[in-house]
């Protein structure tokens, strides 16, 4: 079983910056992909970034050139720097961690986006 932690959301005024984090706990599990999604009101939940344990990452359209996703192995930890952020961006944000077994949700942090 696999436990995540996620932290660091909040409200930024447009153009500001924010970082999430994520913590995955447990035993016995080896993390293969980690990413971030969100879903906004009415809205289905959507792939924001990715990154594989290689270190090869995936980005949405929308978020390309403005977040950075990262990861820590020894700590088992992914990382989404958000900067230039739009009130679009509004939205809960959750963490997703794939062993290979299964994918683990964290429990999501909201990011708000407003002046």
């Known amino acids: 079983q696999v436990q995540l932690v996620e932290s660091g959301g909040g409200l930024v005024q447009p153009g500001g910056s924010l970082r999430l984090s994520c913590a995955a706990s447990?035993?016995?599990?080896?993390?293969?992909?980690m990413g971030w999604y969100r879903q906004a009101p009415g809205k289905q939940r959507e792939l924001v970034a990715a990154i594989a344990r290689t270190g090869s990452t995936n980005y949405a359209d929308s978020v390309k050139d403005r977040f950075a996703i990262s990861r820590d192995n020894a700590k088992n930890t992914v990382y989404l720097q958000m900067n230039s952020l739009k009130p679009e961006d509004t939205a809960v944000y959750y963490c997703?961690?794939?062993?290979?077994?299964?994918?683990?949700w964290g429990q999501g942090t909201q990011v708000t986006v407003a002046s």
């Open positions: 997703n961690v794939a062993t290979i077994l299964r994918g683990y």
């Open positions: 447990g035993s016995g599990f080896v993390i293969a992909s």
